[in-house]
């Protein structure tokens, strides 16, 4: 199965049709008066789309088990064809197309099994995806594009030369994904007066993103916070809380990180861990939905 271990969870929905169509006016008449001989085509139906649903992973193996939240079965008659439109909600890290088509099709077999000792013609058509919500494409018309960001590490081991930075060039390899260009790169020893300098420097460039990586530990040279949080604006306490709970679910350590969110005028500053992992995983975190601050802060998108 494809790894979705670095995903976030959100609400998925997906909406699917099956057309069923029939070839006598007599078996609609059945089914409205539920005179169908197997019973109540409708219900029943019903029972096997809900049962389908949540086999969809021992059916198909490369579909992730997941929790089913939500689904719901309509049925539209338009003459000879009877319409299947299936739903299908859960909050996780992946979408629920399949399941939703999956039902759908199950619904429509079960249809034609309870149809076919009345009638003979009874086709299955149109089995298709008709909507679906959530994960990141759901997001990328809120998200800024034509962005820079300015990556700069701060280690006294990597800046002497003693070791080599792996964590700011995994920072800049999500931040090109995300379609955002490197204004600059650069490594520094854990010095505040040099950390306040840099993020001066590029907020006076007018760069939008700055993201320092390294100094959010407790040791006694890891000042990035303390360096930075005299500087913003504002903090944004929410991307620093999704960045944490995002890595508690990986490493336990997570919560020891002192990670930094903030604004300095339309500048996002953030401070991340020096560590390759936990830098990785707190720009999974939050990349690229947090893009979208840049539309709100230069008033282009409230919504």
């Known amino acids: 199965m494809v790894d979705i271990t670095h995903k976030n969870t959100t609400l998925r929905?997906?909406?699917?049709q099956a057309v069923i169509k029939v070839s006598k006016p007599e078996t609609i008449t059945a089914i409205q008066n539920d005179m169908v001989p197997k019973g109540n085509i409708f219900a029943m139906s019903k029972a096997a789309g809900l049962l389908g649903v949540k086999r969809t992973p021992d059916i198909l193996p490369d579909c992730h088990p997941l929790p089913i939240e939500f689904t719901g079965i309509e049925y539209e008659i338009n003459g000879l064809e009877i319409t299947v439109l299936f739903t299908v909600k859960t909050i996780y890290k992946t979408g629920v197309e399949v399941e939703a088509m999956h039902?759908?099709?199950?619904?429509a077999l079960n249809m034609y099994d309870m149809l076919k000792p009345i009638d003979k013609g009874i086709e299955i058509h149109h089995i298709k995806l008709l909507n679906k919500k959530g994960g990141k494409s759901d997001y990328k018309n809120k998200i800024k594009t034509n962005l820079n960001a300015a990556v700069i590490v701060c280690s006294d081991?990597?800046?002497a030369g003693q070791k080599e930075d792996k964590a700011g060039k995994a920072i800049i390899e999500k931040l090109k994904a995300c379609g955002v260009s490197i204004a600059d790169y650069s490594i520094i020893p854990d010095e505040t007066e040099r950390i306040q300098e840099k993020a001066k420097t590029y907020q006076q460039q007018?760069?939008?993103?700055?993201?320092y990586t390294g100094g959010t530990g407790l040791s006694t040279r890891d000042v990035t916070p303390e360096a930075l949080i005299p500087l913003l604006d504002r903090r944004i306490l929410g991307i620093e809380e999704a960045i944490r709970n995002y890595g508690q679910g990986r490493t336990p350590y997570a919560m020891l990180s002192r990670s930094v969110a903030g604004t300095i005028k339309n500048s996002l500053i953030l401070a991340l861990p020096g560590s390759t992992n936990g830098a990785k995983e707190s720009m999974d975190a939050i990349f690229p939905s947090v893009l979208h601050i840049f539309g709100v802060l230069r008033g282009e998108r409230h919504d």
């Not at 007018?206 to 993201?211: A, K, Q, V």
């Open 157 to 159: 081991t990597i800046s």
């Open 13 to 16: 929905t997906a909406i699917a």
């Open 206 to 211: 007018g760069t939008d993103l700055i993201i």
């Open 103 to 107: 039902g759908a099709s199950v619904v």
